[in-house]
């Protein structure tokens, strides 16, 4: 079964710092160009970051760059986000998406998501 | 920087009824990379329409989508219960980019 399960998402003081990762199964992850995509409470959808399939391209949304790194361990399977310097604005479920062709398209692989909280 | 607007922000409709929601672009999209996915409460995204009118895999003939340059188009042809939702278009260009959300909540 193809799937993506994130985990590390949790209660971060303002300013502080978290690792979130997301690990992928069921398909060639090292083949895919692999996403972040956040969502405030009751809000829509953002796109936060990509990653190329060998790790050495990345892409991030205007207002997370720079305190937010993509990263992927091939061998491993995972994809991972750095958040930094972390602001109340970041509080968000996290989701990584997997699209349908190995570089760009639609996503159709999403994971559960993974809340983040940024609270004093 | 792509701007997805979505219209209405909420449809109120009763079961066995048309939806038709809105997309506009800031820019017109090339290469038909205009995605539409739904989303139930507590769920994450559900990918519905890809390249503008292909539907993905176990989506109902009920769902349509059309459009191109700016404007796009999701149909629900006939609201069945399980399609109330809030449904987002997506570009997924080199900058990808969400609309922000077009909530169909039942009459």
């Known amino acids: 079964e193809v799937q993506l399960v994130e985990s590390g998402g949790g209660l971060v003081q303002p300013g502080g710092s978290l690792r979130l990762s997301c690990a992928a199964s069921g398909f060639n992850f090292s083949n895919y160009w692999m996403h972040w995509v956040r969502q405030a409470p009751g809000k829509g959808l953002m796109w936060v970051s990509r990653?190329?399939?060998?790790?050495?391209?990345?892409r991030y949304a205007d207002s997370v760059q720079g305190r937010i790194t993509i990263s992927r361990d091939n061998a491993k399977k995972m994809l991972y986000l750095d958040l930094h310097s972390v602001r109340a604005e970041d509080t968000a479920v996290y989701f990584c998406?997997?699209?349908?062709?190995?570089?760009?398209?639609?996503?159709?692989?999403w994971g559960q998501g993974t809340m983040v909280i940024v609270s004093s | 920087e792509m701007v997805l607007t979505q219209s209405p922000g909420t449809l109120s409709l009763s079961p066995g009824e048309r939806a038709t929601l809105s997309c506009r672009a800031s820019q017109s999209i090339a290469g038909n990379y205009l995605a539409w996915y739904q989303q139930k409460p507590g769920q994450a995204p559900r990918l519905v329409i890809y390249?503008?009118?292909g539907r993905a895999t176990g989506i109902p003939d009920r769902f349509s989508g059309s459009g191109s340059g700016t404007d796009f188009t999701l149909t629900l042809s006939r609201l069945e219960p399980e399609d109330f939702a809030v449904y987002y278009c997506h570009h997924y260009g080199a900058s990808p980019a969400f609309g922000q959300g077009t909530k169909v909540e039942i009459k």
């Open positions: 390249g503008v009118g």
């Open positions: 998406a997997r699209p349908m062709a190995t570089i760009r398209g639609a996503f159709d692989i």
């Open positions: 990653i190329n399939d060998h790790g050495s391209g990345t």
